[in-house]
């Protein structure tokens, strides 16, 4: 695959900006490994809806357990869809996270390195892609 000058340029500002990164991204993963033995501790059965209910699932109403089952399919494709935005920067080449280096994907369970580089993401890369979507659509493409 060849890059072009722009994906090259951005691809290593994104290195420049994940690099400095690594103690904050592994700081948010502890956390969220903390926040993940505290949810399965309150929920007591570690039911996987237990997260996007206020109420024991055991007491959650079909309606509940339905909208709760939404909200888990909705955040897998965010996640997904950030996984292949940062997939797509090459940027798992240069993550501060071991396992993603070797894999050469995502391996983040949360995607934590999106998040970090959101602010350069904002306002150099998810504008053009906006606009290259809507062009897509007007077009009939899509």
Do not use: N
Not at 87 to 100: D, G, I, N
Not at 110 to 123: D, G, I, N, R
Request: charged share 30%; net charge positive; aromatic share 4%.
């Amino acid at each position: 695959m060849t890059k072009t000058p722009a994906r090259a340029a951005g691809a290593e500002t994104m290195a420049r900006a994940l690099v400095g990164q690594k103690r904050a991204l592994e700081q948010k993963e502890r956390a969220m490994a903390r926040t993940r033995k505290t949810d399965k501790a309150v929920s007591g059965d570690g039911h996987p809806l237990q997260r996007y209910l206020a109420v024991p699932v055991a007491e959650a109403t079909e309606a509940q357990l339905a909208f709760a089952e939404k909200l888990r399919e909705h955040e897998a494709h965010r996640l997904s869809l950030h996984r292949r935005i940062m997939e797509w920067l090459e940027t798992p080449k240069v993550c501060p996270r071991r396992a993603c280096r070797r894999a050469g994907k995502c391996t983040s369970p949360t995607v934590v390195c999106y998040e970090a580089a959101l602010p350069w993401l904002q306002e150099h890369i998810l504008p053009d892609l906006r606009a290259a979507i809507l062009a897509r659509r007007g077009r009939g493409d899509a």
